[in-house]
């Protein structure tokens, strides 16, 4: 019991901590440059919306005023079975402008739009985004000149997320900006296995579709791989996102997000190989399937805390710290709930929310539940 307590203990350590601390040291030693210098080629944004009217036009304006040599880019704005003006709108601006493109579906969901589109795109470099995100004028130019170098087949870049005045927002941005260090560590030596579906762009001839179960963001960095293409992230390309800054929102957004992500990773179970891919199983157990798994760690630390408790001397300590954890957690729901941000209490409910959230998509995919319909 003593070993299987230290042992998970330690697991949850290297999750959170440690694995940052192994990715510092690796990428001294094995750090993978980028060739930037070429010709720009051309780009083919895919904006997929659904019922948009309100972001659409701002959104096209937005693409329109990046610095990319006009004749390079086309924006296809592909329709998830919208029902409101959206479609006649993007018609509209398509009249005015050659570069803008309409493919419409009757629905089916964001993936299966996406599969449907993207055969569609006249260029060989796809950009996907969406409606609520927003790019900086250089943005697209700095993503695509790193498929200069041909053995990148994925790229992404910096997603800021909007903050509001709360701490669930706040809380967000901390574990956004772990996540951005994390993936700019894996990028350095070749094992970045994810990217952000809103600001990613890949090569079409690697791209396959893909079950509608999946997210963009997940399963087309893994093909990538699958074909011995790298995935690289951008620190400073950015884009601007909105992430729901309420308890009911985050929980949700969390939950779908490990149920997808969840089963899209064990789809492509051979990257989990550690013989065949050293660097790369690693990375994804250590990023993404361990960090899911933190909550069930989380409950048999504390239940097989409770059963040491007479031990030894150490146990007690043990048991008092997570108590007190768990305390500050709930004092920080109470200040969320009230509208007041308790610095230290409110990053503990933050941690512990998103948990509860890696929990319930955990569970979700045990059950065999899945996720197809689009949601902004």
Known sequence: MRYLFWLQVLIVVHVWVGYIILLKILSIFLKREVNLEGPLP????LLTVHNEEKLVESRIKNLLDSQYPRELLEILVASDGSTDATDHLVSS???TDHRIKLFATQGGGKSFTQNQAIPRAHNEIVLLTDGSTT?????????????????VGCVTGRC???????SISASHSIYWKAEMLIRRLESSIGTLHTASGQFMAFRKSLFRPFSCKYGDDCIIPLDILLQYFRVVHEDKLLAYEEFPSTIKGELKARTRMTLRNLTCTLSK????NPIKYPLISLSIFSHKLLRWLTPFFLLAIFISNLLLVGESSIYPLTLWAQLIFYA?????????????????A?????FLLANLGFFLGVINAIIGKEITSYET
């Open 42 to 45: 051309g780009v083919t944004v």
């Open 93 to 95: 601006l398509s009249l």
């Open 135 to 151: 790019f900086e004028p250089h943005a697209i130019k700095g993503l695509v000149r790193h498929f200069n170098d041909e053995s």
């Open 160 to 166: 800021l997320l909007r903050e509001k005045d709360n």
């Open 269 to 272: 179970y051979p990257l989990l």
């Open 328 to 344: 500050l957690g709930l004092i920080g729901l109470i200040g969320e709930q009230r509208g007041h941000r308790l610095p230290l």
């Open 346 to 350: 409110s990053l503990v409910f933050s």
